[in-house]
């Protein structure tokens, strides 16, 4: 601190560019500040990053949150929140020349994630933040050496006083990071049931499943929200290691199905199961909605690429001879990119898919009988989902989950059927198999999808051509500020939009790093090609192993550990990406 306030003086109206001296490791009476990237210019995106190391004994926070994996996780979670609450409580924001003068912390969603933003060894707690450094003056502007002195040595010394010192904690604080902590115990023993159980999920009674609204997913405000109740034939309790049970709904392996009418829940349900791959945070309601980590969902996507993939089992004889079993297309349709969708999660590893009708092509699930009186089964190249459900379930053992309200057909295939009516959930299978009969079974012929396509040396290139300004740049990877669901990387541009099981904007920035590790590896084992599956595990077991910084990322704490099937997903959507050819 004392070596700070001199330097900081001393670049007082220099050049904004020259904060770069700023960069090293400065002695603050109850931390440690470290400047790791420093911006170039004011307001720039992305801004400086630096962290703060607390000694552990220093922060007292209790031994008994930092002994699993599973409490670290929660911990750092809680952390990078309270600072951010810290920042909201006692920073003045953008003070400076475009915005310059903040402080901010990645794009949190409500979910509990593996991040680079908080870290722990044997001594110390480590918190990566962004900090925009202070500009004045006309044109490209000056440093503002008072107001950087008021952020550093005044607002950050609040928030971390605030943020990381147990002994400081109120009561209501203390109980949050408690409740955080159970979470992440509590959905360890429920994952250890289902998998015990063959469930595919879990959702608890009482779990408030609603969301604010389309775009926020943060808990609906409504005080008419109803609770979920399990109903009574499904209804199971789970015991839990301090004695208690929980109880709700499971949902079995095999065919499940929810149906009901429109605006009753049916989606609201599904969307609850397909967050339940990861935590959530105490008071979010979905804290205690666990699914089976392989799920994936599964919808149609026009216009997506599409390479090499063996789309036969739904869909053959294409019109001009197209093969469909090493099918490519740069402007897929609904339903061969719905095919691909289902063949490239299984071949990820995922056996749990999720599919709502809403959001499916049509003609890819069913063939209705009216159709069929029209069109002769020779002109109709895809032979629909219904015809290879149980096939899929009975020879791959792929569980699946449907909301259909229009399409009873997969009703007749289902093992279990859920009807969502006002928001509450009714087991109907009896009622079903009274109704439409015995489930209706199938013997489709199935390749074997594991069988899985093999990269090629040289994908994932991340060099970049601007070609205006006749420049090349050895590395591009950035997500989009204005679309955050979409990643540049190299040449290529990642869409992501339909990938619906992506938490948070710094999972995609994490994708692209993730590509860039394939390719240093592809390229060191490039004598003998590997398939996506084998690759997309070995990462995962790296980075499970040594963290998120082992990518190597240019601006260290901004990346959220990204699920191995949305990373999958992310490869067979770039358009430059080259299968081996056996």
């Known amino acids: 601190m004392n070596k700070l306030q001199p330097l900081l003086s001393s670049l007082a109206d220099q050049p904004f560019q020259d904060i770069r001296k700023l960069r090293g490791s400065y002695h603050f009476p109850r931390f440690e500040l470290s400047f790791i990237k420093m911006q170039g210019s004011p307001g720039a995106n992305p801004a400086s990053i630096a962290s703060v190391k607390i000694a552990l004994p220093d922060s007292q926070l209790p031994e008994r949150f930092l002994q699993t994996a599973e409490c670290k996780l929660a911990v750092a979670d809680f952390l990078i929140r309270r600072f951010r609450h810290g920042i909201d409580r006692f920073a003045q924001q953008n003070r400076g020349k475009e915005g310059s003068g903040s402080f901010n912390t990645i794009a949190l969603s409500q979910k509990m994630l593996i991040r680079d933003s908080v870290l722990f060894d044997d001594e110390a707690v480590y918190l990566r933040f962004i900090i925009s450094l202070p500009a004045k003056g006309q044109g490209g502007g000056v440093f ?3 107001q950087a002195w008021i952020m550093l040595g005044r607002e950050l010394t609040a928030i971390v006083d605030a ?4 002994q400081h904690y109120d009561q209501q604080t203390r109980t949050l990071l408690q409740q955080f902590v159970d979470v992440q115990k509590t959905r360890a023993e429920i994952i250890q049931f289902i998998q015990q159980q063959a469930l595919v999920a879990f959702i608890a009674n009482d779990a408030k499943l609603p969301r604010h609204s389309g775009v926020d997913d943060r808990p609906s405000l409504s005080g008419l929200v109803k609770t979920f109740q399990s109903p009574a034939s499904l209804q199971i309790a789970i015991p839990l290691s301090n004695g208690r049970s929980i109880t709700g709904m499971g949902i079995k392996e095999g065919i499940t199905c929810i149906t009901g009418g ?18 959530h945070i105490p008071g979010d309601g979905r804290e205690y909605v666990v699914t089976r980590e392989d799920a994936f969902f599964i919808r149609a996507e026009e216009g997506r690429s599409i390479r090499d993939v063996d789309i036969s089992p739904f869909i053959s004889d294409l019109p001009n001879g197209l093969k469909t079993d090493c099918f490519s297309s740069d402007n897929a349709s609904g339903s061969t990119s719905q095919a691909a969708n289902i063949v490239e999660a299984i071949e990820s590893g995922s056996r749990l898919l999720l599919f709502d009708e809403d959001t499916c092509a049509p003609n890819f699930l069913v063939r209705d009988e009216l159709i069929k009186k029209i069109l002769d089964a020779t002109q109709e190249p895809i032979k629909p989902l219904y015809s290879t459900v149980r096939s899929l379930w009975k020879k791959q053992r792929v569980s699946m989950i449907f909301v259909v309200g229009g399409l009873g057909y997969f009703l007749q295939k289902a093992d279990t059927c859920l009807l969502m009516d006002n928001y509450r959930c009714d087991d109907i299978t009896a009622k079903v198999r009274d109704r439409l009969g015995a489930i209706a079974e199938e013997d489709t012929p199935l390749p074997d ?8 040396i040289d994908n994932f290139d991340p060099a970049y051509i601007n070609r205006r300004l006749d420049k090349t740049l050895a590395k591009r990877i950035k997500d989009l500020r204005n679309a955050p669901r979409q990643l540049e990387y190299g040449m290529d541009l990642v869409n992501l939009d339909t990938v619906a099981q992506i938490a948070e904007a710094p999972q995609i920035l994490a994708i692209g790093y993730c590509l860039l590790a394939l390719r240093a590896q592809l390229k060191r084992l490039g004598d003998k ?12 077991d790296e980075i499970n192993k040594h963290g998120l910084d082992i990518l190597k990322p240019d601006y260290p704490g901004t990346l959220s550990m990204p699920r191995k099937y949305e990373l999958a997903a992310a490869i067979n959507r770039i358009r430059s990406l080259r299968i081996v050819q056996e």
């Not at 999808?449 to 090629?456: I, T």
């Open 144 to 146: 503002d050496a008072e």
């Open 262 to 279: 429109g605006y009753h829940g049916k989606s609201t349900l599904m969307q609850a199961i397909l967050a339940g791959v990861y935590a």
């Open 163 to 166: 943020t990381f010192f147990y």
């Open 529 to 540: 090609p590997e398939t996506i599956r084998f690759w997309i595990d070995w990462l995962e």
């Open 449 to 456: 999808f594991s069988a899985s396509r093999r990269l090629a």
